[in-house]
């Protein structure tokens, strides 16, 4: 703690209000113009509730690395965590850091390496489905596409086959619980569940489904221990279970591995799918950087599938994704709740104060990123990005809660981008003009119809 210096300031509201309405209609050029006009640790006004927007780097690394356990999730996080319950991306403290231990082994690169097999072949059914729209010149949403072909890998990464035929449950149940949540989130007077109106009905149908399929084979898996034992069945179910925690020998009960499960569905293919559909609305629209891509794949893969052994030769590719990372961010926002007063670059920061973290915003900062709404691979090129702020870039978070899917995420972009862009070019719906929707993620409004051709 240090003495303030500073005085929090941000952008007048309306009575009662505040800021509400100007977020509501425009949360994201809210954000640009609150940290243009008052800095990089704003003020804003809910009405009955004042919240403070991060978007400076410095101010990004005090809470989410510096004194990380002064911030956690709290009260803004709840109606998340009526979905994912306690899981690894919303839980605290000391029961964060065992489950962080608990689950870190499944997510080792070696064990994430297993997987690329899984993805190629999912990948592939989708380039037959692409090949079919090519010949009868049908558009395809592509954003569709792209939830589609993560949602099965995720699916199959997480249970191997066992749910395969219940994969379009899966998927619309989770999809009516994950835009539930993200309503609840932003509306202040949002009905408890406990009274039935629709959408809570809604919801509370879609959980139980989710819970049903999940506990089900939960049970199933304790049943046959032999499963976790054996090196060569592991999907990440089985590793979730067989994990133990090293100084009590405990594992997860039914309920953490529920939620653990919850959370990489979630995270496994809702921000994947948006970072895929945003790489082929650029391939679509700027030509130089495709034929860019094209040449590397020509020279890296020769016409083949890609596999795991060419993931690191994808350097284009890969800075391709990260710059669609940058412009497009699929976690637009990060929350936190401060637990004791603190001094953040100056500014006071009260006990119980709620805090948004603005990746999008952070990764605009003209300082950091020259011609920032230029999209331009090779800003991550090692000569351009020495020198840059640790913390101006964040698309997975930053400091100890680094997202652990990190490397099982990146991966999968790269062979899906490579399989299917050497065989396909799209095209845009021509009066189709794509806006980032800020809700779960940053998803493009309206979906991403295009027209598939071959090469």
Known sequence: MTTPTRTLTGPRGVPLLGVLPSMAQDALGFFERTASEHGGVALLDFGLKKLVLITEPDAIKHVLQDNHRNYVRGRSVDSARLLLGNGLALNNGESWLRQRRLMQPAFHRQRVARFADLIVARAEETAQSWGRAAAGNQPVDVADDMMKLTLRIVVEAMFSEDVRDRLDVLGEAFDVAQHFIYWHGRTPLAPPLRVPTPANRRFLR????????VYDLIRERRERPERQRSAEAHDLLDMLLASRDADTGEGMTDTQ??????TIFFAGHETTMTLLTWVWYVLATLPEIESDLLAELRVVLGGRAPSLEDVQ???YTDRILS????????TWMYARESVEDDVVCGYPIARGTSLLISPYVAHRDRRWWPEPTRFDPDRFLPDRSAGRHRFAYLPFGAGPHLCIGRDLALMEAR????????RFGLERVSDHRPQMMPQVTLRPKGGMPMFVRER
């Open 313 to 315: 030769r994808l350097e």
């Open 206 to 213: 879609a959980r139980r489904v989710l819970d049903a399929i």
């Open 323 to 330: 710059e669609t990372l940058r412009l497009y961010s699929p």
């Open 257 to 262: 591995v529920r939620d653990e499960v919850m």
């Open 415 to 422: 062979l899906i981008v490579a399989l299917l862009a050497q």
